[in-house]
C-alpha cells in the first residue's frame, strides 16, 4: 500500500484551507513582522520585516548586503535575516503556514509556489506590479514562468530575482593532459568520464549527485540523452518512456564506475566542494556554483558550458525553477515588505545580487551589465536559451505535490537505482504513476 508523504502533504494542504481563517497567528511583538494564518495588513511601513532566505548558508552573504543597503536607503525599517537550507526551506514553511510564525517576506522559487499558494499563503502581487517602478523593468518570461507555477490560476505570487539553467562544468587542464575533444556532445561526455577516471589514483571523471536535489539533475540528464521534447503526451507524463528509461540505466551507471562513491549522499554543497577540491573531470550544476569554481580554481582551469547535445547537435534540457520574492499574507506590514521586493529588484541590487550567484537577473537592465559577457557560463546560457539551439521540457511545476514528489518521495528510491537495488524502469515507472495522479488530480480541481 502506497502511502506516501505526498499524500500527507495533501491532507495537510486541505486542512489548512478549511481552518486557515481560523489560525491564530503567532504575534512577534508589536513591530510589524509576521505570524502565521490570517490576512495580515499594511501596516505603517515602517518598523521591522522578517526575511526568510530560501538557501541560507550559501547566498547569505549576498542577502545581508541587499539588506545592508536597504536599511541605509529606509532607515525606518529594520530587517531580520533567516538563513534556512535549500533542503529544509519547504518544510519550514509548511509547518509555519499550519501553525504560526510565517516571515513577512521570503524566497520563494517556481519549484515550490505551487504548494504554497495552494495553502493561501501568498499574497497576490499582481496589482502591486503594477503599480510599481519595476513594472516593465522586469523579463516577461520569469514573470510569466512564475504566473504559470502559481497552481494554474495565473496569479503572480512572487517576483523573479533570477534564472538559473543546467551547466556541464569541466576541467580544460585535465581534458588537454588527456587530449580530450570538449564534452559538448553526450557521447563525448561519456568518453571523457571512462579516460579521466583512475579510481586508486582517486580520480573520477564525473562526480554525481545522489543526495538532496538529485532527481532534476537525473532527468535533465535524462531528457538530454534521449530527445524527448516534452513532459507530457496527453495526460500520461513521458518520464517512464522506454528511451527515457535507457538514458537513465547510463547515467546512474557512471556510479562508483567513474565517479567518487560518496557521490551517494552528495548534495550540491558537497558536490561542488568536492570537485574544487579534488581531480574529478566534470561535473553538472547550474550557474549558481560558478563563483565558487572561480575562486576555487581560478578561471583559467575550468569552463562552464550548456548541456551536451545529442545526435544532430540537438539540444534538450528540463527546465530550471526561475527564483524569486514572495510576500506572506499573513505579514502585517505587507507595505514595508513590499518597499523590500522592490529595492532588492532595483538594476543595481539585482546585478548585485546575481552576479554574486552567478545566474541571470530578472531585471532588464541588470541583464545588461557587463559582467554577464564576462561570466562565460552565463553569457553561454543565455545564447542558448535565446538562439534556438535549446529545447526545454518544462516541468510540471504548476502540481502542489511536484516539489515532493521530486524530493521526498523519490530521492531515496534514486539512491536505490544507483546501488543497483532498483531498476532504472520500476523507478521511472513510480514516479510516473505519481505524476499521472497528481496531474489527473490537478485537472480535475482547476477544470
Not at 69 to 97: C, L, R
Not at 108 to 122: E, N, R, T, Y
Not at 277 to 282: F, K, V, Y
Request: with cysteine; aromatic share 8%.
Amino acid at each position: 500500500m502506497k502511502i506516501s508523504i505526498r499524500r500527507s502533504r495533501r491532507a495537510a494542504i486541505a486542512v489548512t484551507l478549511g481552518s486557515v481563517l481560523a489560525l491564530t497567528a503567532t504575534a512577534c511583538g508589536d513591530d510589524g513582522s509576521g505570524g502565521g494564518g490570517g490576512q495580515g495588513s499594511e501596516g505603517s511601513g515602517k518598523g521591522k520585516i522578517v526575511f526568510w532566505d530560501n538557501n541560507g548558508g550559501v547566498r547569505t552573504d549576498i542577502w545581508k548586503e541587499v539588506i545592508a543597503d536597504f536599511e541605509k536607503a529606509n532607515p525606518d525599517i529594520d530587517v531580520e535575516y533567516v538563513g534556512i537550507s535549500s533542503t529544509e526551506y519547504q518544510s519550514k514553511v509548511d509547518t509555519a503556514i499550519q501553525g504560526g510564525g510565517l516571515p513577512d517576506v521570503g524566497g520563494v522559487g517556481a519549484a515550490m509556489l505551487a504548494g504554497f499558494s495552494a495553502q493561501d499563503a501568498l499574497e497576490p502581487l499582481d496589482d502591486r506590479l503594477a503599480k510599481s517602478e519595476l513594472n516593465g523593468k522586469l523579463n516577461e518570461d520569469m514573470v510569466e514562468s512564475m504566473k504559470a507555477a502559481g497552481g494554474g490560476d495565473g496569479t503572480l505570487y512572487s517576483i523573479p530575482t533570477s534564472a538559473n539553467n543546467g551547466v556541464l562544468y569541466y576541467r580544460t587542464d585535465l581534458f588537454k593532459k588527456a587530449g580530450l575533444e570538449d564534452p559538448t556532445t553526450w557521447d563525448a561526455f561519456f568518453e571523457a568520464a571512462d579516460e579521466l577516471t583512475a579510481a586508486k589514483k582517486n580520480e573520477f571523471g564525473y562526480t554525481i549527485r545522489g543526495g538532496a536535489g538529485s532527481i532534476a539533475q537525473a532527468l535533465d540528464a535524462m531528457y538530454g540523452q534521449s530527445g524527448i521534447t516534452s513532459f507530457w503526451k496527453g495526460d500520461k507524463t513521458t518520464v517512464n518512456d522506454p528511451k527515457n528509461v535507457e538514458a537513465l540505466e547510463k547515467y546512474a551507471g557512471l556510479y562508483k564506475k567513474v565517479t567518487p562513491s560518496a557521490d551517494l549522499n552528495n548534495d550540491f554543497t558537497k558536490m561542488v566542494a568536492q570537485w574544487d577540491s579534488g581531480t574529478i573531470g566534470m561535473l553538472n550544476h547550474n550557474l549558481g556554483s560558478y563563483q565558487d569554481h572561480v575562486k576555487a580554481l581560478g578561471a583559467d582551469k575550468f569552463r562552464g558550458i550548456p548541456q551536451p547535445t545529442g545526435p544532430g547537435g540537438k539540444r534538450v534540457q528540463v527546465s530550471n525553477p526561475v527564483d524569486g520574492l514572495g510576500l506572506f499574507k499573513s505579514s502585517k506590514n505587507k507595505e514595508a515588505a513590499w518597499k523590500f521586493i522592490e529595492f532588492a529588484l532595483s538594476h543595481e541590487e539585482n546585478s548585485k545580487f546575481n552576479e554574486s550567484a552567478g545566474q541571470v537577473p530578472a531585471n532588464l537592465d541588470a541583464a545588461k551589465d557587463p559582467w554577464i559577457s564576462e561570466a562565460e557560463p552565463t553569457k553561454l546560457a543565455a545564447d542558448a536559451l535565446s538562439d534556438g539551439s535549446t529545447t526545454i521540457v518544462q516541468l510540471p511545476y504548476y502540481l502542489p505535490d511536484w516539489n515532493t514528489i521530486s524530493k521526498a518521495d523519490n530521492e531515496p528510491n534514486f539512491q536505490k537505482v544507483l546501488l543497483g537495488d532498483m531498476s532504472a524502469k520500476d523507478f521511472l515507472d513510480t514516479l510516473a504513476e505519481q505524476l499521472n495522479e497528481a496531474q489527473a488530480e490537478w485537472k480535475q480541481r482547476n477544470g
